[in-house]
């Protein structure tokens, strides 16, 4: 059963100790992660966090191609802040735009061989970084609780924001797993 949200008269179930240090922990981690994670990639490899994000999620795709549409939604930025992100992508030989073949009205990014040679010469030092940051502190338990309360927070959100009519497109999901490099 769902759990409703509160109603503007009810009273505030505010946070114990106990869940306010825990939340106070994870926001700040929600905050630090990234930008450790955005400073590795721009060192080693010229390359923002989201904008490996983005040529990892082409390699994902067959053809590795992807409607733009679709691709904002996979990294969670709007159309327009996407498309001035490829465009810059362009300009480095990483991606390409084509028409959609089948409907017109859209438009594909294309991953590049050099993009994708970007991409496999970034994965490494950006595994380590997530291993090192994340993966190689928590012991298998841990990174099993990880991952099941990122789910369940993920299906949490995606719930209100259906509920909300937030968005009009679909949620992003992680790319099937094959054998790119993360």
């Given at each position: 059963?769902?759990?409703?949200?509160?109603?503007?008269?009810?009273?505030?179930?505010?946070?114990?100790?106990?869940?306010?240090?825990?939340?106070?922990?994870?926001a700040l981690m929600l905050h630090?992660?990234?930008?450790?994670?955005?400073?590795?990639?721009?060192?080693?490899?010229?390359?923002?966090?989201?904008?490996?994000?983005?040529?990892?999620?082409?390699?994902?795709?067959?053809?590795?191609?992807?409607?733009?549409?679709?691709?904002?939604?996979?990294?969670?930025?709007?159309?327009?802040?996407?498309?001035?992100?490829?465009?810059?992508?362009?300009?480095?030989?990483?991606?390409?735009?084509?028409?959609?073949?089948?409907?017109?009205?859209?438009?594909?990014?294309i991953l590049t061989e050099a993009?994708?040679?970007?991409?496999?010469?970034?994965?490494?030092?950006?595994?380590?970084?997530?291993?090192?940051?994340?993966?190689?502190?928590?012991?298998?338990?841990?990174?099993?609780?990880?991952?099941?309360?990122?789910?369940?927070?993920?299906?949490?959100?995606?719930?209100?924001?259906?509920?909300?009519?937030?968005?009009?497109?679909?949620?992003?999901?992680?790319?099937?797993?094959?054998?790119?490099?993360?």
């Open positions: 059963m769902p759990e409703q949200p509160p109603r503007p008269n009810d009273q505030p179930r505010w946070l114990t100790p106990a869940e306010l240090e825990t939340w106070q922990q994870f630090k992660l990234p930008i450790a994670l955005e400073a590795q990639l721009q060192q080693d490899a010229d390359l923002s966090y989201v904008e490996y994000y983005v040529l990892a999620g082409l390699a994902d795709q067959p053809g590795h191609r992807m409607r733009m549409s679709d691709l904002a939604v996979l990294a969670n930025a709007e159309l327009s802040r996407l498309s001035h992100m490829i465009s810059r992508l362009e300009r480095r030989g990483f991606v390409r735009r084509e028409p959609d073949p089948t409907n017109g009205r859209y438009t594909h990014a993009g994708y040679a970007r991409l496999v010469e970034a994965a490494p030092g950006h595994v380590a970084r997530v291993r090192d940051l994340v993966v190689d502190v928590l012991d298998p338990a841990e990174l099993d609780s990880l991952r099941t309360a990122a789910e369940k927070i993920s299906e949490r959100i995606d719930r209100w924001e259906q509920q909300n009519c937030r968005r009009t497109d679909t949620a992003p999901q992680l790319p099937q797993r094959n054998a790119t490099p993360r």
